[in-house]
């Protein structure tokens, strides 16, 4: 494409220079008054053929109406009709100094110029001060019976070419025409290749793309504004692919990790339920108390197992986001409050203490699923007495209300005594299967924290 653009360019700028040299041959020629092919190439036909040829059926038709006398040669209507077929030329019939007709209207100056009674002037030059005059190509004179002076002439407008202007008017017109063909072709050329290499530049990019080169900036359009867009969003595609599969990568390093820590959670309490169903079909559990131990300790690993899966299966339903809030307005000191009551229930006396401060003034109402926010209290508490480092662990729960430029949003806290998290650690352990000790000391499945932050989040919070 690029040569077959250079090559038409190179072809009409050498056509536009060959057309200007031979111009400027003819011109030579023509003043040198030599006669060549390139004079009668260029040279026009007489400019004044046509207009004479039609003054002399003019000049006929009206020898025609005088011979009929002098009545039909004087009558404005008769004489209409050569006027009408006079094309560019004027027909004029003068009395003295009036004029009686004229087919087309004539300026004083131009009637005042008109040759005079006897002069049988053809072919009168007009003066740089007459130039707005017409002159005649045909003057024909009579008298009237009273010996009142006619003159008939047939005028032809002068040329707008004065004395000393540049033959070939029409032709020099054509080559500066070629001329601006060429200057267009010059930019077109210029325009065609700072695109086609902005597009190859595009194209390239967009194969390194293709072939997984995240990497490298896809760059600029240069001058085009057009192609700068396109240079722009492709470079946010590429960024966004990138930044899609870094997230992809994480997630699935994170979801390897889900599984590995799952596994190991699940052969854990598995590996005690197998040893004690092998107990009991062996009849090591050979009194009725020790095959009570036995199914006690079996229905507790199932509850573990049990609570893990619907953990596990919440959670992807949270992600999924297949599990959307039923937000109704709640009265967060009593929910609390009621809350607290069945927590207490639920922890054994001496492993928890807990507590609930809640401001002065009317009640703190926020829109949030019950359901839900019980079960971020419920995993918030079990993480704190479970994880707390000792035997006894102490809770408050307090509520407040945020400043105006928060938008009014209702600021929950649940503190604990607990051994604490390294500050490190502060952004993630809100993670899936995020465990900040190594040994797993605690028990649980490592998804309470996240179906935590995910439940929040999906009342409109932020944990």
Same mark, same amino acid.
């Given at each position: 494409?690029?040569?077959?653009?250079?090559?038409?360019?190179?072809?009409?700028?050498?056509?536009?220079?060959?057309?200007?040299?031979?111009?400027?041959?003819?011109?030579?020629?023509?003043?040198?008054?030599?006669?060549?092919?390139?004079?009668?190439?260029?040279?026009?036909?007489?400019?004044?053929?046509?207009?004479?040829?039609?003054?002399?059926?003019?000049?006929?038709?009206?020898?025609?109406?005088?011979?009929?006398?002098?009545?039909?040669?004087?009558?404005?209507?008769?004489?209409?009709?050569?006027?009408?077929? %006079?094309?560019?030329?004027? =027909?004029?019939?003068?009395?003295?100094?009036? #004029? &009686?007709? +004229?087919?087309?209207? /004539? !300026? *004083?100056?131009?009637?005042?110029?008109?040759?005079?009674?006897?002069?049988?002037?053809?072919?009168?030059?007009?003066?740089?001060?007459?130039?707005?005059?017409?002159?005649?190509?045909?003057?024909?004179?009579?008298?009237?019976?009273?010996?009142?002076?006619?003159?008939?002439?047939?005028?032809?407008?002068?040329?707008?070419?004065?004395?000393?202007?540049?033959?070939?008017?029409?032709?020099?017109?054509?080559?500066?025409?070629?001329?601006?063909? %060429?200057?267009?072709?010059? =930019?077109?050329?210029?325009?065609?290749?700072? #695109? &086609?290499? +902005?597009?190859?530049? /595009? !194209? *390239?990019?967009?194969?390194?793309?293709?072939?997984?080169?995240?990497?490298?900036?896809?760059?600029?359009?240069?001058?085009?504004?057009?192609?700068?867009?396109?240079?722009?969003?492709?470079?946010?595609?590429?960024?966004?692919?990138?930044?899609?599969?870094?997230?992809?990568?994480?997630?699935?390093?994170?979801?390897?990790?889900?599984?590995?820590?799952?596994?190991?959670?699940?052969?854990?309490?598995?590996?005690?339920?197998?040893?004690?169903?092998?107990?009991?079909?062996?009849?090591?559990?050979?009194?009725?108390?020790?095959?009570?131990?036995?199914?006690?300790?079996?229905?507790?690993?199932?509850?573990?197992?049990?609570?893990?899966?619907?953990?596990?299966?919440?959670?992807?339903?949270?992600?999924?986001?297949?599990?959307?809030?039923?937000?109704?307005?709640?009265?967060?000191?009593?929910?609390?409050?009621?809350?607290?009551?069945?927590?207490?229930?639920?922890?054994?006396?001496?492993?928890?203490?807990?507590?609930?401060?809640?401001?002065?003034?009317?009640?703190?109402?926020?829109?949030?699923?019950?359901?839900?926010?019980?079960?971020?209290?419920?995993?918030?508490?079990?993480?704190?007495?479970?994880?707390?480092?000792?035997?006894?662990?102490?809770?408050?729960?307090?509520?407040?209300?945020?400043?105006?430029?928060?938008?009014?949003?209702?600021?929950?806290?649940?503190?604990?005594?607990?051994?604490?998290?390294?500050?490190?650690?502060?952004?993630?352990?809100?993670?899936?299967?995020?465990?900040?000790?190594?040994?797993?000391?605690?028990?649980?499945?490592?998804?309470?924290?996240?179906?935590?932050?995910?439940?929040?989040?999906?009342?409109?919070?932020?944990?």
């Amino acid at each position: 494409m690029r040569r077959a653009v250079i090559l038409f360019f190179a072809s009409s700028l050498g056509l536009a220079l060959g057309l200007l040299l031979a111009y400027e041959s003819a011109i030579a020629s023509w003043y040198r008054g030599e006669s060549t092919f390139l004079t009668s190439l260029f040279k026009p036909g007489p400019s004044l053929a046509r207009s004479t040829t039609g003054a002399d059926t003019i000049f006929r038709s009206f020898n025609r109406l005088y011979t009929e006398g002098l009545a039909a040669a004087t009558d404005p209507a008769r004489l209409a009709p050569l006027g009408a077929n %006079a094309g560019s030329l004027v =027909v004029t019939l003068r009395s003295g100094k009036d #004029i &009686l007709y +004229s087919s087309r209207p /004539l !300026e *004083a100056k131009a009637a005042a110029s008109l040759p005079a009674f006897g002069s049988l002037s053809q072919k009168p030059e007009p003066t740089e001060e007459e130039g707005e005059a017409h002159y005649a190509i045909r003057q024909f004179d009579f008298r009237g019976p009273a010996g009142e002076d006619y003159s008939f002439f047939i005028l032809k407008p002068p040329s707008p070419s004065k004395p000393g202007h540049l033959p070939y008017t029409r032709q020099l017109a054509l080559v500066v025409a070629l001329v601006l063909l %060429a200057a267009d072709g010059a =930019v077109g050329v210029w325009f065609t290749i700072h #695109i &086609l290499s +902005s597009l190859g530049r /595009l !194209e *390239a990019s967009a194969r390194r793309i293709g072939s997984g080169d995240l990497e490298t900036p896809v760059g600029s359009g240069e001058a085009f504004s057009e192609l700068s867009s396109v240079f722009v969003v492709l470079e946010a595609m590429r960024e966004k692919i990138g930044e899609l599969l870094r997230e992809e990568r994480l997630r699935e390093q994170e979801r390897r990790e889900l599984i590995a820590n799952l596994s190991h959670d699940l052969r854990t309490p598995l590996s005690a339920l197998r040893g004690y169903v092998d107990g009991l079909r062996e009849g090591i559990a050979d009194t009725p108390e020790k095959s009570g131990r036995y199914l006690q300790v079996i229905a507790d690993k199932t509850a573990i197992l049990e609570r893990m899966t619907g953990e596990l299966f919440l959670l992807s339903t949270l992600e999924d986001n297949a599990a959307p809030s039923q937000a109704v307005p709640l009265d967060l000191g009593a929910f609390l409050q009621g809350g607290i009551e069945e927590l207490a229930l639920a922890h054994p006396q001496g492993s928890r203490h807990f507590e609930l401060e809640l401001p002065e003034g009317p009640p703190i109402l926020a829109l949030a699923d019950p359901g839900q926010l019980r079960r971020v209290v419920e995993n918030l508490t079990d993480n704190a007495l479970r994880h707390g480092g000792r035997p006894s662990v102490r809770l408050r729960f307090s509520l407040a209300r945020s400043e105006a430029k928060d938008g009014g949003r209702v600021l929950a806290r649940i503190e604990d005594d607990g051994r604490g998290v390294p500050e490190a650690d502060f952004e993630r352990i809100f993670e899936r299967v995020r465990r900040l000790d190594a040994g797993r000391s605690g028990g649980g499945s490592g998804l309470g924290l996240a179906i935590a932050r995910k439940l929040v989040e999906a009342n409109g919070g932020t944990i």
